[in-house]
């Protein structure tokens, strides 16, 4: 991950999470959903609004000035769960790297640099939702998630 430093998100991270949210649920490469979704479907918008307050944590990857990542992990109710919904207090963990930067690293730093944060503030769990075919799910499973069984097809979580 040469040449490429983190930061804390922040809540005035907002587009950044629109444009992460509308490429994970993109990531065939296929426009099967648009800005306009991500803005209007509470399905998609939740996962735009980061809530320090309720324990939510993100970092965003950033090289020569550039955004180039994030990783976000959101604590979603029962109420308003996410497609990684695994149980009440476990985050939903969403990574996302921009074209051109992936396969240098930058995924799998983050992912740690989340998890480590998780760890540290007594999180034990933390869940994420996958598509079948995306190759993301080689680094996901890498780092220990591992199916949740009875949650939606595609539920991983990993207890830390």
Do not use: K
Request: net charge neutral.
């Amino acid at each position: 991950m040469r040449g490429v430093t983190t930061r804390p998100l922040t809540v005035g991270d907002r587009e950044l999470l629109r444009t992460a949210t509308l490429a994970n649920v993109n990531w065939s490469g296929e426009q099967r959903f648009t800005h306009r979704d991500v803005d209007e479907r509470p399905d998609l918008r939740h996962y735009t609004l980061f809530r320090p307050e309720r324990g939510d944590l993100g970092f965003v990857a950033v090289t020569q000035g550039l955004v180039v990542g994030a990783v976000w992990a959101l604590f979603l109710g029962s109420d308003d769960p996410g497609y990684g919904f695994v149980a009440d207090g476990v985050p939903e963990l969403s990574l996302c790297v921009w074209s051109g930067y992936r396969g240098r690293g930058i995924g799998g730093e983050l992912l740690q640099q989340a998890l480590t944060e998780a760890r540290r503030r007594g999180i034990g769990r933390v869940g994420l939702s996958v598509e079948a075919g995306n190759p993301s799910v080689r680094l996901y499973r890498s780092a220990g998630f591992t199916p949740v069984p009875g949650a939606a097809e595609g539920t991983l979580a990993v207890d830390l």
